[in-house]
């Protein structure tokens, strides 16, 4: 099913390929074993990702196969301009595309290649909101760690 898994804090990365693209990247628990790069392009992305978890700005150049509504992609395309150590709430970018923030919730949730598509800097309102349609679990532990991961760049605001 993946053509790449490996190894992250807290998680193992998959990776999907299908006509030499990139279709899915997928979080999924730490007990689940690493598998090797199964083409090229599996290899290229687990070099990107494996540069990401050094530098997390570092910069993705994968192939990519995205697929989704017009809605879908606007919300993606809202969530790539944001930058490294910056969040956006689900109603500000709705507002953005005049649409309800659960639709941009629901698109950010159908986001099929997470960290690439950075769903992870969108957030409620009133906390860290959800993540791949949890609301808790690993998921949630996976959101954490990423923005974490990126915090150093963080700004402090008075």
Same mark, same amino acid.
């Given at each position: 099913?993946?053509?790449?898994?490996?190894?992250?804090?807290?998680?193992?990365?998959?990776?999907?390929?299908?006509? %030499?693209?990139?279709?899915?990247?997928?979080? @999924? #628990?730490?007990?689940? /074993?690493?598998? &090797?790069?199964?083409?090229? =392009?599996?290899?290229?992305?687990?070099?990107?990702?494996?540069?990401?978890? %050094?530098?997390?700005?570092?910069?993705?150049? @994968? #192939?990519?196969?995205? /697929?989704?509504? &017009?809605?879908?992609?606007? =919300?993606?395309?809202?969530?790539?301009?944001?930058?490294?150590?910056?969040?956006?709430?689900?109603?500000?970018?709705?507002?953005?595309?005049?649409?309800?923030?659960?639709?941009?919730?629901?698109?950010?949730?159908?986001?099929?290649?997470?960290?690439?598509?950075?769903?992870?800097?969108?957030?409620?309102?009133?906390?860290?909101?959800?993540?791949?349609?949890?609301?808790?679990?690993?998921?949630?532990?996976?959101?954490?760690?990423?923005?974490?991961?990126?915090?150093?760049?963080?700004?402090?605001?008075?």
């Amino acid at each position: 099913m993946y053509d790449v898994v490996i190894e992250f804090p807290k998680m193992k990365v998959a990776v999907a390929t299908r006509d %030499e693209r990139v279709v899915e990247i997928r979080f @999924l #628990p730490p007990a689940v /074993e690493a598998k &090797p790069p199964a083409n090229a =392009v599996a290899a290229l992305a687990a070099k990107q990702l494996e540069q990401y978890l %050094e530098n997390p700005d570092a910069r993705f150049d @994968l #192939p990519l196969l995205i /697929e989704g509504s &017009p809605l879908q992609r606007g =919300v993606w395309e809202a969530m790539r301009a944001i930058p490294r150590g910056k969040t956006r709430t689900y109603g500000e970018i709705a507002r953005e595309l005049g649409a309800e923030a659960q639709v941009v919730g629901q698109a950010c949730g159908d986001n099929r290649l997470p960290i690439v598509i950075p769903c992870h800097r969108v957030v409620a309102a009133d906390g860290i909101g959800g993540f791949g349609h949890a609301t808790g679990g690993y998921l949630l532990e996976v959101k954490r760690w990423l923005l974490m991961h990126e915090a150093p760049a963080f700004e402090l605001k008075p």
